[in-house]
């Protein structure tokens, strides 16, 4: 089973930053794709960015394309999300995922963990 604990959430000013970070356990942290996703309020889950096994490939929507950035440290089992020049509408719940297949999974059921989630608000 993996754990997915997510952190660095918070509230900022449009045009800010934040940082992400999602520590995962439970698994050879090189064999688990990774992703994040965010939810606002009813709104539907989305997928705002996501990175292989390898960290060699890596896939956006045009959404965030351009100001968030996926990264992963195999050695300290972690993912980051490096967000730039966030807007009130990247307000939302973020959500770390994990899956076991070797490519970057976009859509919600392809990931099979997840964690708590970390709010994070941006201000106008």
């Known amino acids: 089973q993996v754990q997915l604990v997510e952190s660095g959430g918070g509230l900022v000013q449009t045009g800010g930053s934040l940082r992400l970070s999602c520590a995962a356990s439970?698994?050879?942290?090189?064999?688990?794709?990774m992703g994040w996703f965010r939810q606002a309020p009813r709104k539907e889950r989305e997928f705002v960015a996501g990175?292989?096994?390898?960290?060699?490939?890596?896939s956006y929507p045009e959404s965030v394309k351009g100001r968030f950035t996926i990264s992963r440290d195999n050695a300290k089992n972690t993912v980051y999300l490096q967000m730039n020049s966030l807007k009130p509408e990247d307000t939302a719940v973020y959500y770390c995922?994990?899956?076991?297949?070797?490519?970057?999974?976009?859509?919600?059921?392809?990931?099979?963990?997840w964690g708590q989630g970390t709010q994070v608000t941006v201000s106008s």
């Open positions: 995922a994990a899956t076991a297949d070797s490519y970057i999974a976009i859509r919600r059921n392809e990931y099979a963990y």
């Open positions: 439970g698994r050879t942290f090189t064999t688990l794709s």
């Open positions: 990175i292989s096994w390898t960290g060699r490939s890596i």
